[in-house]
Structure formats: structure tokens, C-alpha cells
């Protein structure tokens, strides 16, 4: 820069980072993300069962949008069972599968019961675009591969595998659907259904179920 008389003066460059704005001003900082792999699934699980307040917040894929989404298939072949997705109020946010597929899931849970990758969805509750092959899923009694109780939305899931329920009521998809559950164009490939009695889709309906499908 060329000043009067002749003088020049060195401008200097200096990045901002984003640590270098105060958290509590009026830019929002906090870093949203998604579930891209099986430690974030099971980071996600760990939080959500704990009942962190800021849970949604953490893990949501924009500011309030309320959705956890996953980023890419995952295959937890091999690996050891996994706790069910839970909390005291079950879950009650928006989880979309985005058309990836959780390759490989293991769940033993012994006798408990209401058994699947989300123990209870509650009646806000949504999972949808959610496919689950190679899987297998056990539990005493109310056993599905998506959910073991269903009071919100389960749409445009699939679950191939195995579900067994040592006691009764097995599907693929929900352990149970109550009222107000809806389930809507999901299908099941289970390669084995084990329980007395076993289902298709799901165990017990007292809800709603539109275009949905069992090959198992």
C-alpha cells in the first residue's frame, strides 16, 4: 500500500478461528454433526440413554432441526452386542437412516424384554429410511428388529437377519406396535423369526400399518 510521501505500510494477514469468538455473543458455534461410524453410534447411544439434556442438541444435523442423521452404511460385523437405543421417555426424536444400512448388528439382551436397535419409540418419535441386514436380535419376549415397542412412526425401514425371543411375540421390524405406532412401507427379509408366536412385521398391532411387507 502506497501512503503520501512516499511511505508504504506492511498489511498483515491474520486468520480468525472460530475459537477466537466469545460463545456466549451472538454467533452460534457449536458444532453439528451426524452418526458416520459405529463409535458415534454407540457414543450416541451412551448419551441418549443417559438422558443428556443436550443430547438433540449434540447430535442433530442442523440448529433445532431435531433430526440425527446417519452418514454413511456401517457394518458392526464382529463386534460386541449392543445396548438398545432407550432413555426413561424412549426416544423422541427424528432418527433418518438416510438409506444406509447398519451391516452386522448384534443384540443379546437376555430375558429382558421390548428388545430391538431402539428399545421404545415414543409417540413423537421417528425412524425412518433405517435398513439393517445380517443382523440378529434376542431378547425374552416382544422382539423386533427395528424396535421392540412402537408408539410413533417407523417408515421406510427394512431389518434382514435373525430375531428370537426366547418367550413370545418376534418380527422383524417391531416387537410390538401400540396404539397410535405407525408403520409404514417397511419389509422384512428375516432370514429366521423365533418365538411363540412370531411375525412378519410385528408381534402385536394395535396401531396402524400401511404398505408394509413380510418375505420371511
Known amino acids: 500500500v502506497q501512503l503520501t510521501g512516499g511511505a508504504q505500510a506492511k498489511i498483515v494477514h491474520t486468520a480468525t478461528q472460530i475459537s477466537d469468538f466469545n460463545p456466549g455473543g451472538d454467533l452460534d458455534i ?4 451426524g452418526i ?7 457414543e450416541f447411544r451412551d448419551d ?3 438422558d443428556s439434556f443436550t ?25 460386541e452386542s449392543f445396548t438398545p437405543i432407550a ?30 436397535l431402539f428399545r421404545r419409540i415414543s409417540s413423537i418419535g421417528t425412524v425412518r429410511g433405517l435398513h439393517l441386514r445380517g443382523a440378529t436380535v434376542k431378547g425374552r ?12 412412526t417407523i417408515a421406510a425401514c427394512s431389518f434382514g437377519g435373525t430375531v ?17 405406532g405407525q408403520i409404514t412401507g417397511c419389509y422384512s427379509i428375516a432370514t429366521q423369526v423365533s418365538g411363540d408366536p412370531r411375525y412378519g412385521i410385528v408381534g402385536t398391532n394395535y396401531g396402524t400399518i400401511t404398505a408394509c411387507h413380510s418375505l420371511s
Not at 90 to 113: P, R
Open 30 to 33: 457449536r458444532a453439528y454433526r
Open 141 to 152: 419376549a416382544y422382539v423386533g428388529g427395528l424396535a421392540g415397542r412402537n408408539y410413533g
Open 164 to 180: 428370537q425371543a426366547t418367550g413370545s411375540f418376534a418380527a422383524g421390524i417391531a416387537g410390538s406396535n401400540f396404539e397410535g
Open 87 to 116: 432413555g426413561a421417555n424412549g426416544f423422541y426424536a427424528t432418527f433418518d437412516g438416510s438409506g444406509h444400512t447398519i451391516t452386522g448388528l448384534h443384540i443379546d439382551a437376555g430375558t429382558e424384554g421390548f428388545i430391538g
Open 36 to 42: 458416520a461410524n459405529e463409535k458415534d453410534l454407540r
Open 55 to 79: 443430547v438433540i442438541a449434540k447430535w442433530e444435523d442442523a440448529p433445532g432441526s431435531g433430526i440425527i442423521r446417519l452418514l454413511a452404511d456401517i457394518d458392526m460385523t464382529g463386534s
Open 48 to 50: 441418549w440413554n443417559n
